[in-house]
């Protein structure tokens, strides 16, 4: 399959920690532009009535990674996507904006049955994606 139109390379990992240290030394060492999107957004969002923030997010995440300056963005502590209240389709988002802005963006979460799997079962947050369906690069990342 030809991944050419979405320019996104997603890091698969359980250990953020591990994975914070590894994307921080490829930006650096690339010369990419880290973004912690958890905080980056946090930042825009909390200015904004809790309820009212669905309406302003993807303007504030075009703001942060589609209209960055910077031609590729390391985009790490990406959580906030998948908070319900937000209404994000977290994966999507990020493939939409990839069409734009070459990334490499890290998700926690774990790799299955050919599956990218979020949360738990059962919990608010919980989401899987075939990967074969997804349209760009999933990689694992493993500590060490």
Excluded at 73 to 83: A, G, H, R, S
Excluded at 98 to 120: F, T, W
């Amino acid at each position: 399959m030809d991944y050419n139109y979405y320019k996104l390379i997603l890091l698969v990992t359980g250990n953020s920690s591990s994975t914070n240290k590894f994307l921080k030394k490829l930006a650096e060492e690339k010369n990419f532009h880290y973004v912690n999107l958890n905080l980056a957004l946090s930042e825009k969002l909390i200015q904004i009535p809790f309820e009212r923030r669905w309406l302003f997010v993807n303007g504030m995440l075009d703001e942060i990674l589609r209209k960055n300056e910077h031609e590729v963005l390391v985009v790490d502590n990406t959580e906030i996507l998948f908070e319900k209240h937000l209404k994000l389709e977290p994966i999507g988002t990020l493939k939409n904006i990839s069409r734009y802005k070459k990334m490499i963006a890290s998700v926690r979460g774990v790799l299955k049955d050919d599956c990218l799997v979020y949360a738990r079962p059962g919990e608010e947050e919980y989401r899987t994606y075939r990967i074969k369906e997804l349209e760009f690069n999933v990689l694992k990342h493993e500590e060490g």
